[in-house]
Antibody, heavy 120, light 108 residues
Framework: QVQLVESGGGVVQPGRSLRLSCAAS????????MHWVRQTPGKGLEWVAV????????YYAEFVKGRFSISRDNSKNTLYLQMNSLRAEDTAVYYC?????????????WGQGTLVTVSS | EIVLTQSPGTLSLSPGERATLSCRAS???????LAWYQQKPGQAPRLLIY???SRATGIPDRFSGSGSGTDFTLTISRLEPEDFAVYYC?????????FGQGTKVEIK
């Protein structure tokens, strides 16, 4: 069965960097687009970024453009999110999600999330 | 960016009743690329509906989606105890995906 396991979250000071990872198993990782979506404590969902199956194309939400970078290593079945210049408002649970077979733009299966806390 | 507005914010219903949730977009959603998700406390979201009306794998047929353009609806025909949760709509018709703010379906 599909399994997505995020890691790398933690407490970080404003302005610092953090890299999240998402280990995928149970499906052919290289065939699917992959997303990062975040959820602030007690609030709703915010889409962060998507990367196409071959890694050639990425799209970002405006609020992370220039600060965050999504990448993937298809040989390791792993998705990454490099987060630079972190701000307090980036505090959230970060989920990775695999794209749907019919359209990579649909976050389909989700991991359980990793908490990022930006605080001095 | 397409803004999705969900209504109502909270829906108080009893098991067995019908739930109707609305999602309105600030501009037309291309190709009706609209999805619905269910989220329970402490859990990740689960995909229910995509393409406005197609049920995802394993989703019971009491869940149905409809609509086009800027107005979309999620209907739960008869609420089961496990259906009380928060529901989000999401559009993927533009190159900046967005979610609605959610509708909480609570037990009356």
């Amino acid at each position: 069965q599909v399994q997505l396991v995020e890691s790398g979250g933690g407490v970080v000071q404003p302005g610092r960097s953090l890299r999240l990872s998402c280990a995928a198993s149970g499906f052919t990782f290289s065939n699917y687009g992959m997303h990062w979506v975040r959820q602030t404590p007690g609030k709703g969902l915010e889409w962060v970024a998507v990367i196409w199956p071959d890694g050639s194309t990425q799209y970002y939400a405006e609020f992370v453009k220039g600060r965050f970078s999504i990448s993937r290593d298809n040989s390791k079945n792993t998705l990454y999110l490099q987060m630079n210049s972190l701000r307090a408002e980036d505090t959230a649970v970060y989920y990775c999600a695999s794209g749907h077979p019919s359209h990579s733009g649909i976050p389909n299966y989700w991991g359980q999330g990793t908490l990022v806390t930006v605080s001095s | 960016e397409i803004v999705l507005t969900q209504s109502p914010g909270t829906l108080s219903l009893s098991p067995g009743e019908r739930a109707t949730l609305s999602c309105r977009a600030s501009q037309s959603v291309s190709s009706n690329y609209l999805a619905w998700y269910q989220q329970k406390p402490g859990q990740a979201p689960r995909l229910l509906i995509y393409g406005a009306s197609s049920r995802a794998t394993g989703i019971p047929d009491r869940f149905s989606g409809s609509g086009s353009g800027t107005d979309f609806t999620l209907t739960i025909s008869r609420l089961e105890p496990e259906d009380f949760a928060v529901y989000y709509c999401q559009q993927y018709g533009s190159l900046s995906w967005t979610f609605g703010q959610g509708t909480k379906v609570e037990i009356k």
